[in-house]
């Protein structure tokens, strides 16, 4: 046992292996209780963003774009103004955020995010967003 964490030390010391430094109460971002809608908030040079991921799909899903090479149909975007688009992605938001009870509300920096057990629905500051859910998604 003594080598194996010496080992480890070692690693970790070289940069070899790297543990997780952001906590999960440091992500901007929450869960549905079911566990299948996941939102997360992003602000960067390029502006501030707010994306949901479902895990589970069971809704039909537009065609594909011909320029997404990418997972299509589960992942939607918005900024601060402007209307909300299905995103072409080749990642998940998908992580241990706080859970978003049924009957909630979530808000951050001009988002609003209401969750329910028909869904989740999100609005930006122009009043565009979707509702979502395993069974349907609507963008307005």
Same mark, same amino acid.
């Given at each position: 046992?003594?080598?194996?964490?010496?080992? $480890?030390?070692?690693?970790?010391?070289?940069?070899?292996?790297?543990?997780?430094?952001?906590?999960?109460? %440091?992500?901007?971002?929450?869960?549905?209780?079911?566990?299948?809608?996941?939102? /997360?908030?992003?602000? %960067?040079?390029?502006?501030?963003? =707010?994306?949901? %991921?479902?895990?589970?799909?069971? /809704?039909?899903?537009? $065609?594909?774009?011909?320029?997404?090479? =990418? %997972?299509?149909?589960?992942?939607?975007?918005? +900024?601060?103004?402007?209307?909300? $688009?299905?995103?072409?992605?080749?990642?998940?938001? /998908?992580?241990?955020?706080?859970?978003?009870?049924?009957?909630? +509300? &979530?808000?951050?920096?001009?988002?609003?995010?209401?969750?329910?057990?028909?869904?989740?629905?999100?609005?930006?500051?122009?009043?565009?967003? &979707?509702?979502?859910?395993?069974?349907?998604?609507?963008?307005?």
């Amino acid at each position: 046992m003594k080598k194996i964490l010496g080992i $480890v030390l070692v690693m970790l010391g070289f940069g070899l292996l790297s543990l997780p430094t952001t906590a999960a109460s %440091d992500l901007i971002g929450f869960q549905t209780p079911s566990k299948n809608i996941h939102c /997360a908030g992003f602000m %960067d040079a390029s502006g501030t963003t =707010l994306r949901c %991921d479902i895990l589970q799909n069971n /809704a039909k899903i537009p $065609v594909r774009p011909k320029d997404c090479d =990418l %997972d299509y149909g589960n992942a939607f975007e918005m +900024t601060l103004k402007g209307k909300s $688009v299905r995103g072409c992605v080749g990642d998940t938001v /998908a992580n241990a955020y706080p859970i978003l009870q049924y009957g909630t +509300t &979530w808000k951050w920096a001009g988002f609003v995010c209401s969750s329910s057990t028909a869904g989740v629905r999100c609005v930006n500051l122009s009043g565009h967003g &979707w509702q979502i859910s395993k069974s349907a998604q609507t963008l307005f």
